[in-house]
């Protein structure tokens, strides 16, 4: 049970790092024609995220990466009790399993608007990552 433990994190992990470098690119002007970022309704963009919001998305998804870390190897020592880590940890769980499962309209699992660039990256790619993420994050908090 250790070792498929340290393989969650591992995939975890590497999904929040590259998730965290993928922000980093977008807030520098990055593009990737088949890479949608924000949701899409009759083909426009719901928001369009400043370079500090996503840079800040970026940070938060390399804590979340340190902290996942922590709570599967124990390393690198954190300035939180074992209480705080696992809370925190229990509130990622929660948090990426809501984003998988959506708002019913744009986002998730049970998104209503389908057709777009967004939408098929959203049910292959990001939903699916953040349902990992979420059970990755319930492994590590107990």
């Known amino acids: 049970m250790a070792g498929l433990r340290i393989v969650l994190g591992i995939v975890a992990f590497t999904v929040l790092a590259s998730a965290a470098v993928l922000h980093v690119f977008w807030a520098f002007g990055g593009r990737l024609a088949w890479l949608a970022g924000a949701p899409e309704v009759n083909g426009h963009a719901l928001f369009q995220a400043s370079r500090s919001a996503t840079l800040a998305v970026a940070a938060a998804l390399m804590a979340a990466c340190v902290l996942l870390v922590h709570r599967i190897l124990g390393t690198p020592p954190l300035p939180l009790s074992g209480r705080m880590s696992a809370g925190a940890s229990w509130f ?29 990256m959203d049910s292959w790619l990001y939903s699916p990552a953040c349902l990992l993420l979420g059970m990755a994050f319930a492994v590590a908090a107990m």
């Open 92 to 120: 990622l769980a929660v948090a990426f399993t809501a984003r998988a499962v959506g708002d019913f309209r744009v986002l998730g699992f049970f998104k209503v608007v389908q057709g777009t660039r967004f939408a098929a």
